[in-house]
């Protein structure tokens, strides 16, 4: 059965306004209403209301809102008179709410039933809830129940939406598939950008360090016109600073550099040339090993593309370097929890394929 709306308007309520239009709904309730109110409120009540005088001029006016619950259709019609729905209401009609705001043209209505669903989206009802979005030309509420299926879709695949979806609508089947290949490709993309950062960072870092060895000295290693002090107190970038102390110390006494067949000289011969690009410092004053000759060097450069490599290699850890001047507390939270060794391997493997 259905109830009779306690606070719809009727002819003794409101005497200002004759009730000239009657609403039939799908239980047969009948729901009086004021044909101004109801065409001021949407166009297409309008047509209905107008079609319904043409044919019935000398019997009881009438539309039908077919396909919902009586109640559904009572909350709608009060939304009509005071613009507002309740919470109770939209967890009860949300659905019913969204589709009549949609076929009778209220968008505030569909703004306060999409908002209340996306709300409510669970498991369990989130395929449901996109078809309904899909035929309702709701985006928002269609972005967020894709998303919750990307998210979940494990536990999505067991529900009985997506069996009924699979047997019953196998467009919208590829169309979430879809969806979530290309979110997957963009959290890939987003993770290779951001450890190129990370990369990029860690390379300015260690320019940072290896100026600072070479100028004033560190824990083991320090400018070759002076002996390294033993009471010097480990700086404030030692993860970096140690493994390129350790990496100075290899590339001054190994044997195999002449020859070109250590791969770690090679990574640190990269580091001093890669310095070289940024440094600003007049040749005289630069204590940076090699500093001199590789700016010398580049002059000479013929190989058009090794030089435009360098080049963007150049630009970013600048880049960096300048955004790492900048108050970025969790980055460098971030930084700081990558294991040491792994950090400087990282860097000169990345250092090696960028060049």
């Given at each position: 059965?259905?109830?009779?709306?306690?606070?719809?308007?009727?002819?003794?309520?409101?005497?200002t306004l004759e009730t000239t239009l009657t609403i039939i709904t799908s239980g047969g309730r009948?729901?009086?209403?004021?044909?101004?109110?109801?065409?001021?409120?949407?166009?297409?009540?309008?047509?209905?209301?107008?079609?319904?005088?043409?044919?019935?001029?000398?019997?009881?006016?009438?539309?039908?809102?077919?396909?919902?619950?009586?109640?559904?259709?009572?909350?709608?019609?009060?939304?009509?008179?005071?613009?507002?729905?309740?919470?109770?209401?939209?967890?009860?009609?949300?659905?019913?709410?969204?589709?009549?705001?949609?076929?009778?043209?209220?968008?505030?209505?569909?703004?306060r039933c999409t908002k209340g669903l996306i709300e409510r989206l669970t498991i369990e009802n989130?395929?449901?809830?996109?078809?309904?979005?899909?035929?309702?030309?709701?985006?928002?509420?269609?972005?967020?129940?894709?998303?919750?299926?990307?998210?979940?879709?494990?536990?999505?695949?067991?529900?009985?939406?997506?069996?009924?979806?699979?047997?019953?609508?196998?467009?919208?089947?590829?169309?979430?598939?879809?969806?979530?290949?290309?979110?997957?490709?963009?959290?890939?993309?987003?993770?290779?950008?951001?450890?190129?950062?990370?990369?990029?960072?860690?390379?300015?870092?260690?320019?940072?360090?290896?100026?600072?060895?070479?100028?004033?000295?560190?824990?083991?290693?320090?400018?070759?016109?002076?002996?390294?002090?033993?009471?010097?107190?480990?700086?404030?970038?030692?993860?970096?600073?140690?493994?390129?102390?350790?990496?100075?110390?290899?590339?001054?006494?190994?044997?195999?550099?002449?020859?070109?067949?250590?791969?770690?000289?090679?990574?640190?011969?990269?580091?001093?040339?890669?310095?070289?690009?940024?440094?600003?410092?007049?040749?005289?004053?630069?204590?940076?090993?090699?500093?001199?000759?590789?700016?010398?060097?580049?002059?000479?450069?013929?190989?058009?593309?090794?030089?435009?490599?360098?080049?963007?290699?150049?630009?970013?850890?600048?880049?960096?370097?300048?955004?790492?001047?900048?108050?970025?507390?969790?980055?460098?939270?971030?930084?700081?929890?990558?294991?040491?060794?792994?950090?400087?391997?990282?860097?000169?493997?990345?250092?090696?394929?960028?060049?």
């Amino acid at each position: 059965m259905c109830r009779r709306p306690s606070s719809l308007p009727d002819q003794e309520s409101d005497n200002t306004l004759e009730t000239t239009l009657t609403i039939i709904t799908s239980g047969g309730r009948r729901i009086p209403a004021h044909a101004k109110i109801l065409a001021a409120a949407s166009e297409v009540l309008e047509n209905m209301i107008d079609e319904s005088f043409r044919k019935n001029r000398n019997s009881e006016n009438t539309i039908r809102i077919l396909g919902v619950p009586c109640g559904a259709v009572e909350v709608f019609v009060r939304f009509i008179y005071c613009n507002r729905c309740t919470e109770e209401e939209i967890e009860e009609f949300g659905i019913h709410l969204l589709a009549l705001s949609h076929v009778y043209s209220l968008p505030q209505l569909k703004t306060r039933c999409t908002k209340g669903l996306i709300e409510r989206l669970t498991i369990e009802n989130v395929v449901d809830v996109l078809q309904l979005a899909r035929l309702c030309d709701a985006p928002d509420l269609y972005l967020k129940c894709m998303k919750l299926i990307a998210n979940r879709f494990k536990s999505v695949e067991h529900t009985e939406g997506w069996k009924f979806l699979q047997n019953n609508d196998p467009f919208l089947e590829l169309e979430i598939l879809k969806f979530i290949d290309e979110i997957e490709l963009r959290r890939k993309s987003t993770r290779k950008h951001l450890q190129e950062q990370s990369l990029y960072f860690q390379l300015s870092e260690a320019m940072d360090c290896l100026q600072h060895i070479c100028t004033e000295g560190c824990t083991s290693v320090g400018p070759y016109d002076k002996k390294p002090s033993k009471k010097i107190a480990p700086c404030s970038k030692y993860s970096t600073c140690e493994g390129l102390q350790h990496s100075i110390r290899h590339f001054a006494s190994c044997k195999k550099r002449v020859g070109g067949g250590c791969v770690r000289c090679k990574r640190m011969w990269q580091l001093f040339k890669l310095h070289s690009c940024i440094c600003e410092l007049p040749d005289s004053t630069c204590k940076v090993p090699l500093c001199r000759r590789f700016k010398t060097k580049e002059q000479l450069v013929k190989n058009k593309k090794e030089e435009a490599r360098w080049e963007q290699l150049v630009t970013k850890v600048v880049a960096a370097k300048a955004i790492s001047s900048l108050p970025l507390p969790k980055r460098k939270f971030e930084q700081e929890q990558q294991p040491r060794s792994l950090v400087h391997k990282t860097m000169n493997h990345y250092v090696s394929v960028a060049c």
